[in-house]
């Protein structure tokens, strides 16, 4: 009897998991519709932001969730396998980016898929948004030096990737490149 207590969930695991199912089901079912969860996110940004105007404080806050959204960006524009990367193993099977224009075509690899991109996007808003309903995070600042800072920041982290991108010649967008073609396939040839 004393076994059957223990093998059995308790009322908050049951809870949670049954919570996480729907989540999970939730972000299933939104993952195609990929212009209506960034419409989701913007629009909760544009709430943070009009959240920040209007208390005028919590700049710190806003400063930590744009460097957290710079950070994600940065990550998203990124290959999975960098090229700047020097590996020692010789192996065929490492995802690469194609050199030659006779090289076979593979397809961009980011080390932050969209999807996860955007979650988490969505997480940091939403931890941003539930601090600026307590006092002890808005800590005075003086903004505009981080706006200023956030800029340089940006400035300097974008040309840098930017470089990169120059560099070991990648394109991290699909729009406005040429697209593989395979061979014609006109039907069976007939030999007689």
């Known amino acids: ?9 308790s009322a908050v695991s049951v809870f949670c998991n049954s919570l996480s199912i729907k989540y999970q089901y939730y972000l299933d079912r939104l993952t195609p519709y990929t212009s209506i969860r960034w419409g989701i996110a913007i ?3 544009f709430f943070f932001m009009w959240r920040v105007f209007e208390t005028q404080g919590f700049y710190i806050v806003c ?32 995802p690469s980016l194609p050199s ?10 980011r080390r932050l898929p969209e999807f996860k991109f955007w979650h988490a996007t969505m997480k940091a808003t939403l931890v941003a948004i539930f601090c600026t309903f307590f006092e002890v995070f808005d800590v005075p600042v003086f903004w505009p030096i981080l706006v200023m800072y956030f800029f340089v920041l940006t400035f300097l982290t974008m040309k840098r990737q930017i470089m990169h991108m120059i560099r070991y010649r990648y394109i991290p967008f699909t729009t406005g490149k040429p697209k593989p073609r395979g061979r014609e396939d006109n039907g069976p040839v007939v030999h007689g």
């Not at 059957?4 to 969930?9: E, G, L, M, S």
């Open 1 to 9: 009897m004393d076994e059957d207590i223990r093998d059995q969930p």
């Open 43 to 45: 629009g909760l940004i």
């Open 63 to 94: 400063y930590a969730l744009f460097i957290y959204y710079l950070n994600l960006f940065l990550a998203f524009l990124t290959p999975k396998i960098d090229p700047a990367l020097n590996f020692d193993s010789e192996d065929e099977d490492l």
């Open 100 to 109: 030659k224009a006779n090289e076979e075509f593979r397809p961009f690899m």
